[in-house]
């Protein structure tokens, strides 16, 4: 595992670049995002979701959280979007709202079988973490993200427990020390038509009911 130790949030150059080239050869890298460590691989690479699979050992289900750059890469990871959800992918993101959605025939169909054998959907989000952010502005493509623990255990914050358990998988991890705990995402549910709150997180029902008023208005 070749690691960087960032001086701050700021990811130079150098280590993006290595970072972007472990994922266009279809290797598993690990970054900061928000309050935990994410082990990460090219989402529309097969080899690549399938290393990652076996490296968080699931045997029930693929991880199904896809990081983007933009609402406009969302168009292209959701089988369907309504106005009503793209607006509010321009209104919350980047920030921690995960918008769940049927993922579209662009993933290979491996990975689609995969990432929607548990629920049908994926969810969708552009991280606020810098970190995160520069690594998947400039790979370009969406990267399918898992939380960089075995499943069912803990670890995700602490780098020293990230390189235990996945050493000889990763590829190359950016360490920036133990990350403080902090309120997950909240899950908002874009399937079916209508927009549903699946789980209240960061970002509160409040503000996500005042956009869908604004919009029907």
Same mark, same amino acid.
């Given at each position: 595992?070749?690691?960087?130790?960032?001086?701050?949030? %700021?990811?130079?150059?150098?280590?993006?670049?290595?970072?972007?080239?472990?994922?266009?050869?279809?290797?598993?890298?690990?970054?900061?995002?928000? +309050?935990?460590?994410?082990?990460? *691989?090219?989402?529309? #690479?097969?080899?690549?979701?399938?290393?990652?699979?076996? %490296?968080? !050992?699931?045997?029930?289900?693929?991880? #199904?959280?896809?990081?983007?750059?933009?609402?406009?890469?969302?168009?292209?990871?959701?089988?369907?979007?309504?106005?009503?959800?793209? /607006?509010?992918?321009?209104?919350?993101?980047?920030? @921690?709202?995960?918008?769940?959605?049927?993922?579209?025939?662009?993933?290979? @169909?491996?990975?689609?079988?995969?990432?929607?054998?548990? /629920?049908?959907?994926?969810?969708?989000?552009?991280?606020?973490?810098?970190?995160?952010?520069?690594?998947?502005?400039?790979?370009?493509?969406?990267?399918? $993200? /898992?939380? %960089?623990?075995? #499943?069912?255990?803990?670890?995700? /914050?602490?780098?020293?427990?990230?390189?235990? +358990?996945?050493?000889?998988?990763?590829? *190359?991890?950016?360490?920036?020390?133990?990350? @403080?705990?902090?309120? @997950?995402?909240?899950? $908002?549910?874009?399937?079916?038509?209508?927009?549903?709150? !699946?789980?209240?997180?960061?970002?509160?029902?409040?503000?996500?009911?005042?956009?869908?008023?604004?919009?029907?208005?």
């Amino acid at each position: 595992m070749k690691l960087f130790t960032v001086d701050g949030d %700021a990811l130079g150059a150098g280590p993006r670049d290595e970072l972007v080239d472990v994922l266009e050869h279809d290797g598993i890298i690990c970054f900061p995002a928000e +309050n935990n460590y994410r082990l990460g *691989a090219s989402a529309f #690479s097969a080899e690549a979701v399938g290393a990652l699979i076996a %490296a968080k !050992r699931r045997s029930s289900h693929a991880p #199904s959280l896809v990081f983007v750059k933009g609402p406009e890469m969302l168009e292209r990871v959701a089988a369907q979007l309504s106005p009503l959800g793209r /607006t509010l992918a321009r209104e919350l993101w980047p920030g @921690p709202v995960t918008l769940l959605v049927e993922p579209s025939d662009a993933f290979p @169909p491996k990975v689609h079988k995969a990432i929607a054998k548990a /629920t049908g959907l994926i969810g969708v989000r552009v991280p606020a973490h810098p970190v995160a952010r520069a690594v998947v502005e400039a790979f370009g493509k969406p990267i399918l $993200v /898992t939380s %960089a623990n075995i #499943s069912r255990k803990k670890g995700a /914050t602490s780098p020293a427990q990230v390189r235990k +358990n996945f050493g000889r998988q990763v590829e *190359a991890m950016v360490d920036l020390g133990d990350l @403080p705990p902090g309120t @997950p995402s909240t899950l $908002v549910d874009l399937s079916g038509g209508a927009v549903s709150i !699946r789980r209240q997180g960061a970002v509160s029902e409040e503000t996500i009911r005042g956009i869908i008023e604004r919009a029907a208005g």
